[in-house]
């Protein structure tokens, strides 16, 4: 059985399973993270984009306060935003999202895309998103080395522990690895039956990069988000592969999309609004699928990418 957290290269422990943030509403979003505290989640994967920090971060100082964690117990995940990719724009962004979350230091900081834009200050636009002030996509100027060594700065800084990057491919991750001083402890990455990346997941394992797995049930997290190819794919809670798996081990679809993952040392970061279904998608690292139904899952691999900016009529083309 797989230990429910793994040591980065760094040397700080991270959870295999965590609680993610994007889409939780502001409105619910601290009493969501203060009961998923208490039902035992550690990790909590946050970025200045999805515009619900402050309520985050209220949530984490209730259950400091009430005792029931220490900060030390948590392990908190951020990104850096496309826009704040310039050298000189990273630790201030970073000083003002850990001021909203009310921490100290980021357990794991990311660089969120491989792009950069357009910077816009935080007072004329917060949470920043792929547009400008006046409403255009614009291209920055900053590289990606450039803004992964002002990252590099930040663990120098003590403002984060770890340090990594978000949806970059192998090309970029190789590059990366010719010019990190610091070799990044993480990639987050879109990671789901339907688009396995198995080449890339196994890339980071050969240079000890640990991979986390976003939008873990596939098309489901974007039919609300009107993204067509996720309209058109079969759900994977409802495919008979995962239905007929997950009734011969008596879990739910969804704790067997998650322990594919958790099994094979990728973390997941699922979210939901029920306490039992939290509860259901933290029990995925205590118990294993056969070998054969591993790899029956993967072999649904379509190639099929459902979070891309084109999607979403944002034209810049990172993953083409």
Known sequence: MA???????????????????????????????????????????????????????QGVARAIKEGIVKRSDLFMVSKLWNSFHDKERVKPICEKQLKDMQLDYWDLYLIHFPISIKYVDPSVKYPPGFKDENGNVSPGKATLQETYHAMEELVSSGLARSIGVSNYNGALMLDLF?????????LQIE?????????????????????????????????ELNVQNAKDAPLLLEHPVIRTI???????PAQILLRWATQRGVHVIPKSNNQGRLQQNLDVT??????????????LDKGLRFNNPLAYDIDIPIFV
């Not at 991270?14 to 943030?21: H, S």
């Open 246 to 252: 997950a009734t011969n081990n008596k879990k739910t």
């Open 178 to 186: 010719r010019y990190a001083k610091i070799t990044p402890a993480a």
């Open 3 to 57: 230990p429910s957290t793994v040591k980065l290269n760094s040397g700080h422990e991270m959870p295999l399973v965590g609680f993610g943030l994007w889409k939780v509403n502001n409105d619910t979003c601290a009493d969501q993270v203060y009961q998923a505290i208490k039902l035992g989640y550690r990790l909590f994967d946050s970025a200045c984009d999805y515009g619900n920090e402050v309520e985050t971060g």
């Open 286 to 299: 205590q118990w294993d699928l056969k070998q054969s139904e591993i790899d029956e899952i993967s072999t």
């Open 191 to 223: 990671h789901h039956p339907y688009l396995t990346q198995l080449g890339l997941v196994k890339l980071c394992k050969q240079h000890d990069v640990a991979v986390t797995a976003y939008s873990s049930f596939g098309p489901s997290s974007f039919l």
